[in-house]
């Protein structure tokens, strides 16, 4: 399999096939352990053993794992996740591990170093509320903490492991071997690129992330018959903290902060709010900035609530810090880019990848392209052919230069 047209052709419809594994009809939701997650594996499967890999097989947490000689010393990893969204695109995730694939075919003989492609079994947290499982399986294992978690019909992910047919005893334990580094292929799931006309980027870092629930408690009353100066009205507390969070985002650089849940109580025309409950999800490539807003966001949410006189409170729900990806495979990936006649452009991903947990264990890097429309998240989520060409080129003149 070549690169170029050919290659990036044949990554587009691979993409495309996967999506017929799905857990619901008419659309793309494939999650952690699913039938639809089987069938995905044994399409990789059947196709890294169609091709002539070694060590195919699915690992105790369910990743896809292939690999293929090299003629150098040195062994590096390709790889992204599986599962998806629910009503998914086509290119999230899949698209990074089918490039691993197609690079990994392109080779007539073998490359210079050994490769692994990788295939996350989890990364978007759908089923039980926690991303990165795959991942954190595959560098440090698995913990109690994350095999206790519970999905919506009950079952753990001890349970799921076992229901799945793999080995819990073993998913204690890392499941990788030793690798010299991990490269990433992902599209870049907003709109930088495409308004700077650019279809690649090397990401220099991961922002980091901090989510809470947030919650404001007043008093349910008649809306008729509640003066207004008397009202203790948890609506309002929430949507007047909610613009301040929209405030600091805006002149704060770099920084992003988002309110994405509002839920009122009682919910009704007539009735006084007595309760609102929130998220709050900020990121920031330093911590400090991030850590920074993320306070002043709390402490404002407790002025709001003691002037208007109702309760305050908060739930931390995640706090990862900002990963920097390193420095000599950025610099590689900056030289495989231009290396094709594409400007490389650095930029930091506000999302977060499974670059982000390998990347404590392993030296990591992370190609990102264009997404046109800024889509990502949706199914009219895409990627244009000749960028495709272009990162296969990038990643084929990066495994060469990987020695």
Aim: proline share 4%; with cysteine.
């Amino acid at each position: 399999m070549l690169t170029g047209p050919a290659g990036s052709a044949s990554v587009i419809e691979h993409c495309r096939r996967i999506t017929q594994f799905s857990d619901e009809a008419g659309g793309i939701t494939r999650t952690f352990l699913s039938s639809a997650m089987r069938e995905c594996l044994g399409y990789f499967q059947a196709w890294a053993e169609r091709i002539g890999m070694v060590n195919v097989h699915v690992d105790v947490a369910g990743n896809f794992r292939a690999g293929m000689p090299g003629s150098g010393s040195k062994k590096l990893v390709i790889g992204s996740h599986l599962d998806s969204v629910p009503n998914a695109g086509p290119f999230d995730g899949v698209l990074g591990v089918v490039m691993g694939m197609v690079i990994a075919e392109s080779y007539g003989d073998a490359p210079g170093c050994e490769l692994e492609i990788v295939g996350f079994s989890e990364e978007e947290g759908v089923r039980f509320h926690r991303p990165f499982i795959g991942s954190m399986a595959f560098v440090s294992g698995l913990g109690d903490e994350v095999l206790n978690l519970l999905d919506d019909s009950g079952v753990s992910v001890a349970q799921a492991i076992q229901g799945f047919g793999l080995n819990l005893e073993q998913v204690s334990k890392p499941q990788m071997d030793s690798a010299d580094g991990y490269l990433e292929f992902h599209i870049e799931q907003g709109p930088v690129l495409e308004s700077l006309g650019l279809p690649l980027a090397v990401v220099d870092a991961i922002a980091g992330q901090t989510r809470a629930t947030i919650e404001f408690v007043g008093q349910a009353n008649h809306a008729g018959t509640t003066p207004m100066n008397l009202r203790r009205d948890a609506l309002c507390a929430a949507a007047e903290w909610t613009l301040f969070v929209e405030r600091t985002a805006q002149q704060t650089i770099g920084l992003v902060a988002t309110v994405g849940s509002f839920k009122v109580a009682p919910d009704a025309v007539n009735i006084v709010p007595g309760r609102a409950v929130l998220s709050l999800d900020v990121r920031h490539s330093q911590d400090a900035v991030r850590n920074s807003a993320f306070d002043a966001a709390i402490r404002r949410g407790k002025e709001i609530a003691a002037r208007r006189n109702v309760q305050f409170r908060w739930a931390l729900r995640l706090e990862q810090k900002a990963v920097p990806m390193n420095a000599e495979l950025t610099l590689l990936i900056e030289e495989a880019i231009s290396s094709t006649g594409a400007k490389p452009h650095r930029m930091t991903s506000g999302a977060g990848h499974d670059a982000m947990i390998v990347a404590q264990h392993i030296p990591s890097g992370m190609i990102f392209l264009r997404s046109p429309g800024g889509i990502s998240h949706h199914p009219d989520e895409s990627v244009l052919a000749e960028d495709v060409e272009l990162a296969l080129r990038a990643g084929r003149a990066f495994v060469d230069n990987f020695k």
